[in-house]
């Protein structure tokens, strides 16, 4: 698109010489004045067969033959130009909206993503690193319908009927970081009505907004501003601790992260001991912490440490390791790991 852009503002510039080429022939060659010369430069090129201003000269005609071969092909470059850039501009409109709604439409189990901001763009960086499906609602203009590879549906998202275009029934979870408090608590009050098993967090801007998205339905609340406070704090006092955290939480880390690992029903480690699932004695991997299904965190478990179903081990090593480990959850009973 941007090369018919430059290709139509060279037409119009190779116009405009022709026209003043004209113009000055015409003023040149047969004396008359600039309106009358600009006028016969004009209805040449136009090709309308009015007739000529007053008597050409045997030269006035010579320059007009030569006007109009010249002349008449800048004309049609410009309005092939002109022409292609409105034909193109408008089908890559329509079928850039209709690919989009198909994308959209295809989604399943995927997050949805209420804003495009500095925040929203870091969030949709972090689950293309994970390879997680995701669509964006941005409120904004002039945004490109598959920006930097992510789905951009513009909109308002606090209205119902921008989040069920965007599959909010078929949605994973729900992260709202839109500009202001209340324009969050609208997307919480929405989205948990119209899917009460949706994940949702919500960004918190004041002090005291966090305790009314938690009523409106938001699942975890995340103030900016505090936990921006906090870490420049601990940045100060723990120097060493924070460069671990974000050593091991930087995406793209390939020497060490630390990630989730679900336990299902059928998995076949549900029930066994850390010591008898081998994490850390086969695949060097420390098991930070535990979430049971009913929210309660048990950090530093021991070997014996049972493992069941429902639960979800906060895992610490290398990606390859880690990714051996989410292999071995999956795994059902009665099927050997190899």
């Avoid at 201003?53 to 002109?82: C, N, P």
Wanted: charged share 25%; net charge neutral.
């Amino acid at each position: 698109m941007k090369e018919l852009w430059q290709r139509l503002l060279l037409a119009l510039f190779l116009l405009g010489c022709v026209i003043s080429f004209g113009t000055l022939g015409y003023m040149f060659i047969e004396g008359w004045d600039l309106l009358d010369s600009l006028y016969m430069a004009i209805i040449t090129l136009a090709s309308v067969g009015y007739k000529e201003v007053h008597e050409l000269s045997v030269y006035g005609r010579i320059f007009t033959i030569v006007f109009i071969i010249g002349g008449v092909a800048t004309v049609a470059f410009t309005l092939t130009a002109g022409v292609k850039i409105i034909l193109e501009g408008e089908l890559q409109d329509v079928f850039g909206r209709r690919r989009l709604e198909k994308k959209v439409r295809e989604l399943k189990n995927h997050y949805i993503i209420c804003g495009y901001g500095r925040m929203g763009k870091i969030i949709c960086r972090e689950l293309r690193e994970k390879n997680q499906k995701f669509v964006v609602i941005e409120k904004g203009p002039n945004l490109t319908a598959d920006t930097e590879d992510a789905l951009i549906v513009q909109g308002d998202a606090t209205r119902d009927e921008t989040l069920k275009e965007v599959g909010i029934d078929k949605a994973r979870g729900l992260i709202s970081v839109l500009p202001t408090d209340a324009e969050n608590l609208f997307v919480v009050l929405s989205a948990r009505g119209l899917n009460p098993h949706l994940s949702i967090v919500a960004r918190a801007g004041e002090e005291g907004s966090e305790k009314k998205l938690l009523r409106a339905g938001a699942d975890k609340v995340v103030s900016p501003y505090h936990i921006g406070g906090l870490r420049i704090a601990q940045t100060v006092l723990k120097p060493a601790v924070v460069d671990f955290i974000e050593f091991a939480t930087k995406s793209g880390n390939i020497d060490l992260q630390m990630e989730e690992v679900s336990i299902l029903e059928s998995s076949h480690l549900a029930g066994l001991t850390l010591d008898e699932c081998g994490f850390g004695r086969e695949l060097g991997v420390i098991i930070v912490a535990i979430k049971k299904a009913d929210g309660d965190l048990k950090f530093n478990p021991t070997f014996r440490s049972a493992v069941h179903a429902g639960d979800t081990l906060i895992a610490l090593g290398e990606t390859s390791k880690l990714k051996i480990l989410e292999d071995m959850a999956k795994t059902k009973k009665g099927n050997n790991f190899r």
